[in-house]
């Protein structure tokens, strides 16, 4: 065996020991550590699988049996079909309960603008009715009664005095 086949062995075992660390969502590489930190999963691709192994961009192309790896492991397995169909059944059952919330808070917002409404009539018309109250009070008594409740309350309410 030659020593270019040595070194390109020696390389194949890098990018095995680099897969099976990715797969495993355990990386010595730091920038692949802060991803799992940050909660984010590793994708096993060529790319990441050169830079776990510490070698350079483009090294896998020279590395078939690597590169047929990855796609083995990104490949979806055949015995999957009845997760497959249980994960679009469960997303399917999603779908319909967004739909149902969707209406609802529709339904909701809609049940908040009436009542958004309904508040300002009923102001409109206290405010009418006050005001109504305060016409029937003589001007001697309105006067009194502002005095007092600037007086007693000590309230940030600077009293206005026609002058």
Do not use: W
């Amino acid at each position: 065996m030659s020593l270019r086949d040595v070194k390109k062995e020696r390389t194949a075992e890098n990018f095995r020991a680099a897969i099976k660390r990715i797969v495993n969502q355990q990386p010595v590489n730091k920038i692949f550590q802060q991803k799992l930190k940050e909660g984010k999963a590793l994708k096993l691709n060529p790319t990441n699988v050169e830079k776990e192994a510490g070698l350079s961009y483009g090294s896998t192309k020279n590395h078939p049996d690597i590169l047929r790896e990855i796609d083995e492991h990104n490949k979806p397995k055949a015995d999957n079909k009845e997760s497959t169909s249980k994960e679009k059944a469960t997303t399917a059952e999603l779908r319909k309960e967004i739909k149902e919330l969707k209406k609802k808070l529709q339904e909701k917002t809609n049940d908040y603008d009436t009542l958004e409404d309904v508040n300002k009539k009923l102001h409109e018309y206290c405010r009418g009715m006050i005001s109504a109250l305060f016409e029937k009070i003589p001007q001697e008594q309105r006067e009194g009664l502002f005095k007092e409740h600037i007086n007693t309350d000590g309230d940030n309410v600077v009293p206005f005095h026609k002058g």
